[in-house]
């Protein structure tokens, strides 16, 4: 095992003091607490309570009663104070609702993205400074560089686990306020790190699923959500022009989608795209759905304020996707972002994030507002 924190590059820099750790329960926030009170920082631990399931999903969702008592039990092994922060409302309306609003608009909302801008970056980080701590820190796999005359975030060192994707919208100024214990680490040596440390969560399974649709299908929890008026159905129309059907509403689709459109048709059919305005979604094979480029709103520049110019750089347009070249020209408020791939790419999705990268470095990054052809 390498040395860990004393030597890393995501503590460099980071004077000891109050931290404040984000426990969620889980196996990698408690290893991020566990490594910074072994380094010798006051960590004080809060779990945020964020959504309330029905009794049988509980032990599913990330803020389960069995999760705050795993994160309670973990923060008293280690001798911190432990608070549980009731964010219920917040989440509803910065979280969920966003997800439900976007999906109606035809959209692919990100709400790990919207958790981490509004939730953990933003309330509880201000929490967090309030109660006098230096530092809020995550069991996110990404990396904070201290060791130059900037302070950056980068891609975690575990290219499976990188998480960097979710941060873009980090506020700058808030950058030298965070520290990510893992994000030099790789998942195998922070589950050797759990048990070393002897954490009640050592042996905890990972959590893939959206956290407050425990167990079920997204779309269905879409779906109960909204009223009969709030659907938009339409037709189901070929890229040649031919109707092939019908649909009940629109937050039933995704870009790129392929199964689940109810159609039967001699080859694949992908959803190319998606219009709100009359409920049509348009399909067609899997050769037809590139584009040349995207435009981003809402951008937030980490590593300057605002690009100086036309920049090349890497997009990633959707998390498990590769950072592909791509030239990004931003208008006049820097907070439209207008992106041309080198080479053409799939399911441009509007909703999801775009997050530029040079190398290692998050430049910035956008949600997806359009395609462009
Ligand atoms: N309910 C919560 N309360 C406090 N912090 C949280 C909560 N949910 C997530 N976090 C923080 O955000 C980080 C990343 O969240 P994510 O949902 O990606 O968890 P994860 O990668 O499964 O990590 P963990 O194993 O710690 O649950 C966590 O490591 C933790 O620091």
Not at 63 to 86: E, K, Q
Not at 139 to 158: C, E, F, N, P, T
Not at 299 to 312: A, D, K, V
């Amino acid at each position: 095992m390498p040395p860990l924190l004393e030597d890393d590059e995501q503590i460099r820099g980071a004077v000891k003091g109050r931290v404040v750790v984000a426990m969620s329960g889980g196996v990698d926030s408690s290893v991020a607490a566990a490594l910074l009170a072994e380094a010798g920082y006051d960590t004080v631990g809060i779990s945020m309570r964020l959504y309330a399931t029905p009794q049988e999903n509980y032990s599913k969702s990330c803020c389960s009663p069995d999760d705050l008592f795993d994160a309670r039990t973990v923060a008293s092994s280690l001798g911190m104070p432990f608070y549980v922060a009731n964010y219920q409302e917040a989440f509803r309306e910065r979280v969920v609702d966003y997800f439900i609003e976007e999906y109606r608009r035809g959209r692919t909302p990100n709400p790990c993205v919207a958790c981490n801008n509004h939730l953990k970056f933003d309330i509880l980080l201000k929490r967090s400074l309030a109660l006098g701590s230096k530092y809020l820190a995550t069991g996110h796999y990404a990396r904070i560089d201290r060791s130059g005359d900037r302070v950056v975030l980068k891609k975690g060192l575990d290219d499976n686990k990188d998480q960097s994707y979710f941060l873009f919208g980090i506020p700058r100024e808030a950058l030298p306020r965070i520290i990510f214990p893992l994000g030099g680490l790789e998942k195998d040596e922070v589950r050797a790190e759990a048990h070393r440390l002897e954490l009640e969560t050592a042996d905890k399974p990972e959590s893939h699923e959206i956290c407050f649709v425990a167990g079920g299908d997204y779309k269905d929890f879409v779906a109960a959500r909204l009223a009969q008026e709030e659907k938009t159905p339409g037709r189901i129309v070929h890229t040649s022009g031919e109707v092939l059907g019908e649909h009940d509403g629109i937050h039933n689709f995704t870009i790129g989608q392929r199964k689940g459109l109810g159609l039967s048709y001699h080859e694949p059919l992908y959803v190319q795209a998606i219009r709100p305005n009359d409920g049509t979604v348009v399909v067609g094979p899997k050769g037809e759905a590139f584009s040349r480029g995207l435009v981003a709103e809402e951008c937030n520049w980490l590593s300057f304020e605002r690009p100086s110019g036309p920049m090349e750089c890497e997009v990633k347009i959707r998390y498990r996707s590769e950072a592909v070249p791509a030239l990004v020209t931003v208008g006049a408020d820097a907070k439209t972002a207008f992106v041309e791939f080198a080479d053409p790419q799939r399911a441009v999705t509007p909703g999801q994030a775009a997050v530029f990268y040079r190398g290692d470095e998050v430049l910035g990054g956008g949600w997806i507002e359009e395609a462009r052809d």
